[in-house]
């Protein structure tokens, strides 16, 4: 476990999904993507679940690939994975209402019940034993929860000293099933991203400017058919794809 000075440093640099990220962090390259299949060992994930979690990850993650051609740049996903077999079983899960305050340590806890001695462990074996330059985690719990994810925050100058990633629950708290755009969605909050929707962090005066800016944004709303959203001008300068600034992107930086 992270010791106690480690935790303050880590907990002060942590930024969840609905706030500020890595502003024009570049999305492009090769990037490495771990997805973790979790459970309290109670309610437990099946091999069909889990095989149409991946197949979804898969679908986002070549959505991605698409948008990011539209504007110029070339991304190559390698996608791993653990828990296929059995479920990895983690205590105290944390199951996520958009407060802002969710568990930052499941990505920590989940990587050392694999054999990981912590996040930082894992990065060194991505550049070590694969062509990829960065590495995300995605970690699928079974059951219902809000998805957050977690990034160093845009001002922080230098290589984020934790693993980003994201936190996916099986179903959405409506008990509807998860969406492939909540993958994507996730994913880009890792890369820089903001939301565009009204939450505790972004005002209901940014959302309606953002329907009218963009519409169809995957950071505004969720589609079943991925195929409906698109990356907006604004999200693409933040994750790297569009390096021409306009002064008034920072009027949708959340507070």
Sequence with gaps: MFNIKRNIYISLLLVFCNQLSAQNDDLSGNIYILSCFISDGVDQWTSNEKNNMLTQTNEALQWITKQGKSYGKDINFEHGCFGI????????????????KEDFTMIERTLRKIGFKDQNDLTK?????????????????K?????????????????????????????????????TTTIAHELLHTFGAWDLYHTFEQTQEQENKARILFPNSIMLKIEYNIDKSNVDELTAWLIGWNKIAKDWYWWFKPK
Excluded at 151 to 175: D, H, R, T
């Design 85 to 100: 077999e059995y479920d990895i079983v983690i205590d105290h899960i944390e199951r996520g209402k958009a407060t802002g």
């Design 125 to 141: 074996w991505v550049k070590t034993n694969t062509k990829n330059k960065d590495v995300k985690v995605l970690v699928f719990v």
């Design 143 to 179: 059951g219902t929860g809000n998805a957050y994810c977690i990034a160093c925050p845009y001002y922080y100058p230098m290589e984020c000293p934790f693993v980003e990633g994201a936190i996916i629950y099986e179903k959405y708290w409506s008990n509807r099933p998860l969406a």
